[in-house]
């Protein structure tokens, strides 16, 4: 087994790594930006090096930086966590150069999935149905871009090749907002990925945003961890995502996973992953894309499975075979809250700041990952998640009754996050019975917005 891993990333799945890492009796370093100085994470690790200031592009994206951090500490391995370079080809390939291995997946398989182009053609090739599209064309001139909208038909969504997080997506309803939608769009995609590859879908009203966990190792094995909902989302951002899925039935639930296991096979990924789908209103789901590594929401898989996802990933880098073979039908229910430094009240804008106080819920079913603490000042460089708050029971009714307790135990003062507006969404009638898709919050009036209690 690996001695010593690097963990390329910060805050709460910096922590969560380490925890994990630390149960397998591996030596863990921690990287942070002078801004970071005093989050948990440089505590807990076993080793700590500073790889630059606070913005990003200094730091947590500074390629040599963290290479040159892992061989100064003679870390064997490299975890990148979730966001930052944990889907960067050539970040993995430069582990591999300096005989660092990459705990993720291969290169090979995130340039042929980081292209929503390249994957939606692949899932063709498997079988799985795909939304009608275009290719790439940045070099094309507006009067194409108009000729492929107008034979794929409106609505449409605009998105970047390289995307992902939300980042670089316009849904466009008429003609009327092509133009200005997609040099939005465009403009996004290259200040979040340096890249203005675009590409045009047709767009599904209302859909549910359904993600089936995978893992596969080197042997060939691939298996599915059951799915997660993931239609609570503002701005393509996930704020609440649930397993299993309210909205799916038993036999699309078994068709969607055994689709996605098929998927893995075919491409022989090694690793932990997601394959994400859209469903629509009458229950046909189209391939949405596919994420090569572990997500925010991982939580709630290992929940209701039992399982370490951090601990296969690790397993599977090292070239161990998978834990579990079988394909998982849920037995049990979880739900994860995104706990968020922003204020739900005014647009959800981000509210940096110290924290003075903080009362962490606890008891049966209840898990909390966060990095923050009593005094912890939330830098605004970095996105404004602060913490996960996980319920877990036997039935969807009691998860959701017991997150409402643990949200009303969650005390955090000194900054706004939206713990007011978790405690009101669980009051939801159409939450409570299941009935929501991507469109849900925005389609709340603003009533709901305008009552949301500041604690």
């Known amino acids: 087994m690996f001695k010593k891993i690097l963990i390329a990333n910060r805050g709460e799945i910096a922590l969560r790594i380490i925890r994990t890492a630390k149960e397998m009796g591996i030596k863990t370093v921690a990287v942070y930006s002078t801004a970071d100085k005093h989050s948990l994470h440089v505590y807990f690790a076993d080793e700590a090096v500073c790889i630059g200031p606070p913005h990003s592009y200094q730091s947590y994206l500074n390629i040599p930086n963290l290479i040159s951090a892992a061989e100064i500490t003679n870390a064997d391995a490299i975890h990148p966590g979730y966001g930052f370079l944990s889907e960067n080809a050539y970040f993995s390939s430069m582990c591999q150069k300096h005989d660092i291995k990459f705990i993720g997946a291969k290169p090979s398989h995130m340039i042929q999935m980081g292209n929503k182009i390249s994957a939606k053609k692949t899932m063709k090739k498997v079988g799985i149905s795909c939304l009608p599209g275009s290719d790439c064309f940045f070099e094309s001139s507006y009067k194409e871009i108009e000729k492929i909208a107008d034979k794929i038909g ?15 997506i316009r849904s466009v309803l008429d003609k009327n907002h092509l133009k200005n939608s997609w040099e939005e769009a465009k403009k996004e995609a290259w200040s979040c990925f340096g890249k203005k590859d675009m590409y045009i879908e047709k767009l599904i009203l209302n859909p549910r945003h359904i993600e089936i966990q995978i893992l596969g190792d080197k042997y060939g094995e691939a298996c599915h961890l059951s799915e997660r909902d993931c239609s609570i989302q503002r701005r393509n951002q996930k704020l609440v995502e649930e397993a299993p899925s309210p909205f799916l039935t038993r036999s699309l639930r ?30 046909n789901f189209y391939f949405m894309e596919m994420n090569p590594r572990i997500q925010v929401e991982h939580t709630i ?78 830098p605004h460089y970095y996105d404004p998640m602060i913490a996960k708050i996980i319920t877990t029971a036997k039935s969807r009714k009691e998860t959701i009754e ?38 849900f919050l925005d389609n709340l009036n603003s009533d709901f917005y305008n009552r949301i209690q500041i604690k």
């Open 154 to 168: 409106y609505p449409i969504i605009i998105k970047a090749v390289y995307g992902g997080g939300g980042k670089g």
């Open 402 to 439: 017991k997150m409402r307790r643990s949200l009303d135990e969650f005390v955090i003062e000194g900054i706004h996050t939206t713990l007011p507006f978790h405690r009101k969404l669980m009051q939801n009638n159409d939450f409570l019975k299941g009935n929501y898709n991507t469109n």
């Open 254 to 283: 078994k068709k969607m996973g055994e689709e996605a296991v098929k998927a893995a096979e075919f491409i022989h990924y090694e690793g932990v992953g997601t394959i994400e789908f859209l469903v629509d209103q009458n229950k």
């Open 301 to 378: 898989t290992e929940e209701i499975t039992g399982l370490d996802l951090i601990q296969e990933q690790i397993s599977i880098a090292y070239g161990k075979k998978l834990s579990r073979k079988k394909n998982y039908y849920p037995k049990m229910y979880s739900i994860e809250c995104r706990i968020n430094a922003e204020e739900p009240h005014y647009n959800f804008r981000p509210v940096p700041g110290k924290i003075t106080q903080m009362h962490l819920p606890g008891g049966k079913g209840v898990r909390i990952d966060t990095h923050i603490y009593a005094g912890y000042f939330v």
